[in-house]
């Protein structure tokens, strides 16, 4: 079964500095990568995605994430971070032949002015 | 209006009360799931449904029920909430072919 760690449970930067949070999962063959945010309040919104092709994916509000299959990681980068951009943020894995996706434990994301 | 809309959005109920979150979607996926959301702990899957007929459990699944009335409909049933099923419930739709989810705004549960 595929699962997936988030090493960092807080990270604080400050506005206009760049942001990568970390993710690594664990599954034998090419998994499906994804990355949500949940603002304060509301559900749970797909910022990127990962099935196959080139590994540097783009996704909305500016976030980039790239994939690496030798380090079994799928990075979420932005390069200047807005106040808006405060959130919790969740690293996902799914398989072609999966049920369903399993989540790492979150990133909760402070910007300081 | 929302692709998926769970109600209610916030309940609080007392120990030993049957409580039932209800979830509603119109983008027309076949696959619909519950989570749990625990800080600290992420997502948790209780269970999922492919079709009508297909019911299947998650990891967390004991203490909960869930019945898929239609295709538009899951819902999800604390038969006698106990306080440590207090959390935030997710509902969610999928893509069959990639597993993608379309979350609901949530269902904020508080058991005294």
């Known amino acids: 079964a595929q699962s997936v760690t988030q090493p960092d449970i807080h990270i604080t930067v400050s506005e206009g500095a760049s942001l990568e949070l970390r993710c690594n999962y664990s599954?034998?063959?090419?998994?499906?990568l994804f990355w949500y945010v949940q603002s304060p309040g509301q559900g749970l919104q797909l910022l990127l995605k990962y099935f196959s092709g080139d590994t540097l994916v783009q996704g909305i509000k500016g976030f980039e994430a790239e994939f690496k299959r030798s380090q079994s990681s799928f990075n979420l980068r932005k390069p200047s971070v807005h106040w808006s951009d405060a959130a919790e943020y969740f690293c996902a894995v799914g398989a072609p032949t999966g049920y369903a996706l399993n989540f790492g434990k979150g990133t909760s994301l402070l910007v300081t002015p | 209006d929302a692709d998926v809309t769970q109600t209610p959005r916030n309940r609080i109920t007392k120990t030993g009360k049957r409580i039932m979150l209800e979830c509603s979607q119109t983008?027309?996926?076949?696959?619909m799931y519950w989570y749990r959301q625990d800080p600290g702990l992420g997502l948790r899957l209780i269970y999922y449904?492919?079709?009508?007929?297909?019911?299947n459990k998650g990891e967390i699944s004991d203490g909960y029920s869930v019945s898929r009335q239609a295709q538009a409909k899951f819902s999800l049933s604390l038969e006698s909430a106990i306080p440590n099923q207090t959390a935030l419930y997710f509902c969610a739709t999928a893509v069959s072919n990639t597993g993608e989810l379309f979350f609901g705004e949530g269902s904020r549960l508080t058991v005294l």
């Open positions: 983008k027309g996926h076949d696959r």
């Open positions: 449904s492919f079709d009508v007929k297909d019911i």
């Open positions: 599954y034998g063959a090419t998994p499906y």
